[in-house]
């Protein structure tokens, strides 16, 4: 069983950077497809990021393609979200999740979710 930790949320300027950190526990996600996703007040959740197993192939939202960056560490069980150039329209709580097989945007095939942070940009 995998569970998902997420960390480095909080509330910071438009233009500011923040990054988060999505540590897994309970067995190794080293050959997991890794994903970020958000979900803003009266909105359904929304794809951000994913990555594979091998960091050999990423996806972004044309939103924040250019601007954030998803990586992961398989020796420390942790995938990250560099966020740079935020904006207020950034602001939502963001959720890492794990897939066993191949990479998708699609919200619905993510089994594993972590409890979500708040991240706000301030304008």
């Known amino acids: 069983q995998v569970q998902l930790v997420e960390s480095g949320g909080g509330l910071v300027q438009a233009g500011g950077s923040l990054r988060l950190s999505c540590a897994a526990s309970?067995?190794?996600?080293?050959?997991?497809?890794m994903g970020w996703f958000r979900q803003s007040p009266g909105k359904e959740r929304e794809f951000v990021a994913a990555?594979?197993?091998?960091?050999?192939?990423?996806y972004y939202a044309d939103s924040v393609k250019g601007r954030f960056t998803i990586s992961r560490d398989n020796a420390k069980n942790t995938v990250y979200l560099q966020m740079n150039s935020l904006k207020p329209e950034d602001t939502a709580v963001y959720y890492c999740?794990?897939?066993?097989?191949?990479?998708?945007?699609?919200?619905?095939?993510?089994?594993?979710w972590g409890q979500g942070l708040q991240v706000t940009v301030s304008s």
């Open positions: 309970g067995r190794t996600v080293s050959r997991y497809t």
């Open positions: 990555i594979t197993w091998s960091s050999s192939s990423t």
């Open positions: 999740a794990a897939r066993s097989v191949g990479i998708t945007t699609s919200t619905n095939a993510y089994s594993v």
